[in-house]
């Protein structure tokens, strides 16, 4: 069993400004007053907040982001074990409009036991993520690509994955499993460990199993340690991309960025929009 989680903490970003009511020298009537705000041209997202069932039975929350009503190729958007936004931290991410404005739909999804998708009813206690849960997490990929091809205004021939932290473990997995619906992949900071720092492979007994085309994003300091024991998570990395056909592995140097916080190292969001322009 996982035990606690010790999960990263964004806040969300509130723009407050004081206001106050007062009177026109001429108008009696109450008036609004406040700082001045900068302007800028805005642009509007369709999202579309959706559920659809894996093959177990597990319900998953998703969020289908356009920023237009065509026909596009689909990106399916998978967050962090623990993280308390689940697929809002990508919706939310600074760095979510650069995949809509390349030319893509998004469909961020939930995976069990986080956000809105529940874990397997089976009598646990509320919460319990076990790594048998692990295990199955590819399901809800294999969820969202069924769902995009009931829609419209998804390629259904041109789907691609990125996930984050142990996200990015179930991409892996994922474009191992669904080798034939999913074009391209992205992988950033790679791996899961037990409490012990032995490696949890994940998707195990999958057959067939052909992982290919995924570009590894790691920072090069990126580091788990526990006693005298540090692990290097390009290492595994490393790894994962000796053993996947037509892959790339990026090591940020010198960074200790992890997951999410990659994608605010200069030069890697241009990478991964410049992965899926020439593989999705």
């Known amino acids: 069993m996982i035990g606690s989680l010790l999960a990263r903490f964004r806040r969300p970003l509130v723009l407050a400004a004081a206001l106050s009511i007062g009177c026109a020298d001429d108008d009696d009537r ?7 705000l900068p302007t800028a041209e805005g642009r509007l997202y369709r999202i579309r907040e959706v559920t659809f069932p894996t093959v177990d039975e597990i319900p998953v929350a998703a969020s289908y982001v356009r920023a237009v009503e065509e026909t596009r190729p689909v990106v399916i958007l998978i967050h962090g074990l623990g993280d308390p936004l689940a697929r809002l931290e990508w919706v939310l991410s600074d760095r979510f409009p650069a995949i809509l404005e390349a030319g893509y739909h998004a469909l961020a999804i939930d ?16 919460g319990q993520l076990t790594y048998a849960d692990l295990e199955e997490m590819h ?4 969820a969202a690509i069924s769902w995009l091809r009931g829609q419209p205004t998804a390629d259904k021939a041109r789907i691609g994955v990125i996930g984050v932290g ?7 997995v994922s474009m191992g499993a669904f080798a ?4 391209a992949g992205v992988a950033l900071s790679p791996g899961f460990w037990d409490p012990d720092l032995r490696p949890v492979v994940i998707g195990g007994g999958i057959s ?10 790691v ?4 580091t788990l340690t526990l006693g005298d024991t540090v692990i290097n998570l390009s290492e595994w990395a490393s790894v994962l991309a000796e053993n996947t056909p037509e892959s790339d592995l990026h090591i940020v140097e010198e960074s200790p960025a992890h997951g999410f916080e990659l994608l605010n190292t200069p030069g890697v969001m241009q990478r991964i929009l410049d992965w899926l322009q020439a593989h999705l």
């Open 111 to 126: 995976l069990r036991g986080h956000g809105e998708t529940p874990l397997p009813d089976d009598g646990r206690p509320a």
């Open 208 to 217: 067939p199993f052909a992982p290919h085309t995924i570009l590894y994003l």
């Open 30 to 36: 109450p008036q609004i007053t406040g700082p001045e």
């Open 139 to 142: 399901l809800e990929v294999g």
């Open 180 to 183: 034939d619906d999913l074009r």
């Open 219 to 222: 920072g090069g300091a990126d």
């Open 166 to 172: 142990l996200g990015a473990s179930v991409a892996f």
